[in-house]
């Protein structure tokens, strides 16, 4: 088949230039929480003037997911339960669904498929990271990082169809396929989208690279490794669908390698895998 890659090339970009920015309030909540003399009640004020993201700080808070004895009715209060992290993660989930709601999604990766595979990836991500003692920071990184690490795929629509046919039909990875028929791939796109939402470094490190890990920049590797082991965690396990099939050994056995986890560690999060990608499910109201 022959493609015009330029036109492709141009379609990436009108595809970017078409995902909103992220509101004045998802600026400033990622400003706020980036720095580190911010306290709750200067969060909260920004949070305040979004009514929607404000009653979804509350209704966290008061979920069943934190269990709480006794109604929060405070911002402050929410929010410094909840934890900056928290209230960062709501705010970019938001942005991404904002963003999503106006995407089609290709027939052959349909959206509740392809949205478990988001959410499991980063999921696992995070659990593989804290059976290595990793940082409640990144965790929550992981999340943001899983919802958006394949999103790139959207924007080649309809043509995904030839990508995965190309790809089951020649034995190469569905990246190679993208590269081959189109010039670009999935993680390109995705920086796109990080780049545009000002995400910091190792966010866009672990989007961008998550199937070229040793391109990644030196001191974000380990965390976009985690974030491509939970990629591969959820295509071995079937846990959703967005196209792509069992990972080659040389490439597991090299994250597992990078990360430090071993197998009965990589194999060890599957008793509670299912409970926690609900439960980011609902911390993420998807
Ligand atoms: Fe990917
Ligand atoms: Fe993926």
Redesign the pocket.
């Known amino acids: 088949m022959i493609v015009d890659k330029k036109s492709y090339k141009e379609q990436i970009d009108s595809f970017v230039e078409a995902i909103p920015e992220l509101s004045v309030t998802a600026s400033q909540v990622v400003e706020i929480c980036s720095r580190i003399d911010s306290t709750p009640e200067d969060l909260s004020q920004v949070v305040s003037e979004d009514s929607v993201l404000s009653e979804h700080v509350l209704k966290l808070v008061n979920s069943a997911y934190y269990s709480l004895v006794s109604e929060v009715t405070s911002l402050t209060r929410a929010i410094t339960m909840l934890g900056f992290n928290t209230v960062k993660s709501i705010t970019l989930s938001k942005a991404v669904n904002k963003a999503v709601a106006r995407l089609n999604f290709p027939q052959v990766l349909p959206m509740a498929g392809f949205w478990r595979h988001s959410i499991s990836t980063g999921v696992a991500a995070g659990m593989l990271s804290r059976v290595k003692q990793g940082s409640t920071t990144q965790r929550e990184d992981f999340l943001i990082c899983g919802l958006l690490?394949?999103l790139?795929?959207m924007a080649f629509v309809e043509s995904y169809t030839e990508v995965i046919s190309l790809s089951e039909h020649t034995q190469i990875t569905?990246?190679e396929a993208e590269r081959e028929l189109y010039g670009f791939d999935?993680?390109q796109v995705g920086l796109k989208i990080a780049r545009k939402w000002q995400f910091n470094d190792t966010i866009r490190n672990c989007i961008g690279f998550?199937?070229e890990v040793d391109r990644s920049e030196e001191v974000d590797k380990i965390q976009t490794a985690f974030l491509a082991l939970g990629?591969v965690y959820a295509n071995i396990y079937d846990l959703g669908y967005?196209g792509?099939f069992y990972p080659s050994e040389t490439e597991l056995n090299h994250l597992l390698t990078l990360t430090g986890v071993s197998w009965a560690e990589f194999r060890s999060i599957g008793k509670d895998i299912e409970a926690e990608v609900l439960k980011a499910g609902v911390f993420l109201q998807l």
Do not use: R
Request: without cysteine.
């Open positions: 690490h394949d790139g795929k569905p990246i999935h993680q998550h199937h990629d967005a792509n």
